[in-house]
């Protein structure tokens, strides 16, 4: 709870924020992030660890995760970035819904997830990542008008990095984690991907 | 999943889809220049009063051309990238003009945003080498830096200095209608449309 509380309050802290809201990097890359991790800290300590499965609404935990989807999905529109740049409001609004709608529905709801789901969630960010890199580096165009062209192309490159790293963290777990066990009664069970906590 | 999830889960759908139509203006723009877009589209939006001078010295409101189609771009003489592309394309535009008059007069004004040091004598140096008539193609400048910012904001122009003395900036050919209302933005290769849509 502490630790999610104090990067929160890091994070608000004006010149940090003008420090990563300078790089479209770091705006995209490390603050968003950030925010949701902070959010996700703080949701968890306070379901004392547990997953939240809120009355039944969110049993299997694919609301929670939809509303992450969706919320990460906003702030992740290159009009958005600007909007948080240039409108106070905006940029307000983002430090409230990231940590709110991304990071503390994300970090209830993930454990509740079946498996293949959780697969499915990293493939596709791998993917997603991989193909935003692959546009931010060749785009001619500014896709975010506040930031300059070689800040999209370094968000390209750092995009195309955190995807091929994902994919080559995940294979090796697939391929080198635990073997392929027994289980009684029901036969051969393929080995988890267990993903990063 | 239970049937009091899965409702959860298509409630959550529809509320993310509506929140993602909202901040797309309907999925049609996720950037903020295509927002512009869009907006420009479905209304045209009037422009804030301009005082200019152009290549010969001529001072001029914006309003003053009011009455005919003007396509305006943004530039300043020094760049050297997408500037020459936006030049060439005004250039294309006139010689279509002098080869096929069409009647109905359509202004091509290339406003620089580096006053400072694009003055009129360096504009009518470019403007010589571009083959710019200064009747239907002028390139001006704003002598005033609040009309200046004003000007770009309500073209949505965003201009960065590069670090290297120069400038990045959006790229686009703008049309004004006869009422003087920001009407249509278009791409640089898609200046011909401009053209066509502004009558000329």
Redesign the interface.
């Known amino acids: 709870m502490i630790l999610g509380l104090l990067l929160y309050v890091v994070l608000c802290l004006p010149p940090v924020a003008a420090g990563l809201e300078g790089s479209m990097l770091g705006h995209m890359l490390v603050q968003i992030p950030l925010l949701a991790l902070a959010g996700g800290l703080v949701a968890r300590a306070a379901a004392g660890g547990r997953p939240a499965a809120l ?6 935990g ?2 929670g995760l ?2 992450a ?3 990460a ?2 702030w992740m ?4 970035l ?2 948080a740049l240039a409108s106070p409001l905006t940029e307000a609004a983002k430090f409230a819904t990231v940590p709110l709608f991304v990071g503390a529905p994300l970090a209830l709801s993930w454990k509740l997830l079946p498996t293949v789901a959780r697969g499915f969630v990293w493939a596709n960010l791998i993917s997603h990542a991989a193909v935003l890199g692959w546009l931010y580096s060749v785009s001619p165009n ?5 930031y ?2 070689d800040q999209q192309a370094t968000l390209g490159a750092a995009l195309l990095i955190v995807a091929a790293s994902l994919a080559i963290a995940l294979a090796w777990r697939a391929i080198a984690g635990t073997p392929v066990s027994r289980t009684p009664g029901t036969g051969h069970r393929p080995a988890e991907i267990s993903e990063p906590a | 999943m239970r049937l009091r999830e899965a409702l959860a889960a298509i409630a959550v759908v529809a509320a993310g889809l509506a929140a993602l139509a909202a901040v797309t203006d309907g999925f049609r723009a996720a950037t903020t220049d295509g927002a512009l877009r869009v907006a420009v589209a479905d209304r045209p939006r009037p422009l804030p009063q301009a005082s200019l001078v152009d290549q010969s010295g001529r001072a001029f409101l914006l309003s003053d051309l009011r009455g005919r189609p003007v396509l305006v771009e943004f530039f300043y003489t020094s760049c050297p990238t997408i500037c020459g592309l936006l030049v060439s394309r005004f250039q294309a535009a006139l010689d279509g003009f002098v080869a096929q008059p069409s009647g109905r007069e359509v202004v091509l004004l290339s406003v620089s945003f580096d006053s400072t040091h694009d003055t009129v004598a360096a504009l009518a140096d470019y403007a010589a080498r571009l083959g710019a008539d200064g009747h239907i193609w002028r390139l001006a400048r704003v002598a005033d830096p609040v009309e200046m910012r004003r000007l770009l904001d309500a073209f949505g122009v965003v201009v960065l200095p590069d670090g290297a003395g120069g400038f990045m900036h959006n790229a686009a050919v703008y049309r004004v209608d006869a009422e003087g209302r920001l009407a249509g933005i278009y791409d640089p290769d898609k200046t011909e449309r401009a053209v066509a849509e502004a009558g000329g």
């Open positions: 009355a039944g609404c969110n049993a299997g694919f609301p939809f509303v989807l969706f919320a999905a906003v529109l290159p009009r958005m600007d909007a500014r896709l975010c008008t506040r300059l062209l």
